[in-house]
C-alpha cells in the first residue's frame, strides 16, 4: 500500500474515533445512558451474530474467547466499545424525535422500486448433516473415515439419520439431528451445497470427504429464490432508511463540535508522519470527502 494512502487510511480511522468520541460525550451532557442490562442484552446479541458469521465449515461453535482473539480485545475493552456504540445508537434515536423526523410510505416504495434487483429472496437449501473431523493427521482421518461408513451402514440398515446423528456425529445441531435449518445455498460450503442439489428432499448422501473430515447430509428441502414483495420488505427498508436518516443528523451534530476552535483535542504523535504529506488535513479531507 503506498504510503500516502495509508496515511488515508489512519486518518480515515482516527476520524471515526473522534467522531464516536464526540457523540458520546454529548450523549452523556444530554443525560443518556447504557443500563448493565441492556449491554449484557447487547453482548449477547453480538455474540450470536458473530458465532453465526464465523462458524466453521464443521459447523462447530466458536467460543467467546476466539472471537475476542479475532478482534484483537480483551473482554471488557470490547464491552466497553459496545457501551459506546449503544449510547450513539441512543443519541440518535433522541435526534429523530427531537426533529421529529420520519420515513414516509413513499420512501420506502421509491427505494423498493430503486432496489428491486436486491430484493430477491436467493435459492435456500434446508439440510441435515453428520460430521467426522479429520484435520488431525493420518491416523485421526482414518479413525473419522471408519466411523462415518459405520454410520452409514447404520441407516442403510434402516435406522434413522437424526437417531444416528444424536449417537455418533461431532457436529453442530447433535442434538437437533443434525438440522441446520434452512439457510442460503451460498451460505454453504461447495462440498455439501453440490451433493444437496443432487439429492430429492428426504434423500441422505454418500459420505462426503472434505479437508475437514467426512459428511453425511440429509436433504429436508430446497426452496428456489424468489422476488420478494415489498409487503415484506418495508419494515426492513424503513428502519434501513430511518439508520440513515439518524447517522445523518448525528454526523450534523459532530460537525458543530468539531467546527469550534480547540473543541477536538487529538493526542497522538502524528507531526512526524503528517509532515511529508503537509496537503492532509484530518478534518478537511474527511468533510471534503463525505
Known amino acids: 500500500v503506498p504510503p500516502q494512502e495509508r496515511v488515508l487510511i489512519g486518518l480515515r480511522c482516527l476520524w471515526s474515533l473522534i467522531e464516536r468520541e464526540v457523540l458520546c460525550q454529548e450523549a452523556q451532557r444530554l443525560g443518556l445512558t447504557v443500563s448493565e442490562d441492556e449491554l449484557q442484552k447487547g453482548w449477547e446479541a453480538e455474540l450470536e451474530l458473530l458465532r453465526k458469521r464465523f462458524t466453521r465449515d464443521n459447523g462447530a461453535t466458536v467460543s467467546e474467547q476466539e472471537l475476542l482473539d479475532k478482534a484483537g ?31 414516509t410510505d413513499e420512501e420506502v416504495r421509491e427505494f423498493f422500486e430503486a432496489n428491486k434487483k436486491i430484493a430477491r429472496r436467493p435459492d435456500q437449501c434446508h439440510i441435515k448433516q453428520m460430521f467426522f473431523r479429520g484435520d488431525q493427521g493420518s491416523a485421526q482421518r482414518e479413525a473419522a473415515g ?19 446423528t444424536r449417537d455418533m456425529s461431532e457436529g453442530l445441531f447433535k442434538e437437533e439431528g443434525g438440522d441446520f435449518g434452512l439457510r442460503p445455498v451460498a451460505a454453504l460450503p461447495p462440498f455439501l451445497a453440490e451433493p444437496a ?48 436518516k439518524s447517522a445523518r443528523l448525528a454526523k450534523e451534530l459532530f460537525r458543530e463540535a468539531a467546527e469550534k476552535e480547540g473543541a477536538v483535542q487529538v493526542f497522538l504523535e ?21
Open 270 to 290: 502524528l507531526e512526524k508522519t503528517l509532515a511529508a504529506y503537509p496537503e492532509l488535513n484530518l478534518f478537511e479531507q474527511e468533510a471534503a470527502k463525505e
Open 197 to 244: 442439489y443432487e439429492l430429492e428432499a428426504g434423500q441422505v448422501s454418500g459420505v462426503i470427504e472434505s479437508d475437514l473430515g467426512f459428511h453425511i447430509i440429509k436433504l429436508v428441502e430446497i426452496a428456489p429464490g424468489a422476488e420478494i414483495p415489498l409487503e415484506k420488505v418495508a419494515p426492513g427498508i424503513r428502519k434501513s432508511l430511518l439508520a440513515e
Open 73 to 103: 480485545a480483551t473482554r471488557q475493552e470490547a464491552r466497553e466499545d459496545l457501551r459506546k456504540a449503544l449510547l450513539v445508537a441512543k443519541l440518535e434515536a433522541h435526534l429523530l424525535e427531537k426533529h421529529n423526523v420520519t420515513v
Open 146 to 164: 471408519k466411523k462415518a461408513e459405520t454410520a452409514m451402514k447404520r441407516i442403510r440398515a434402516g435406522e434413522t439419520f437424526e437417531g444416528v
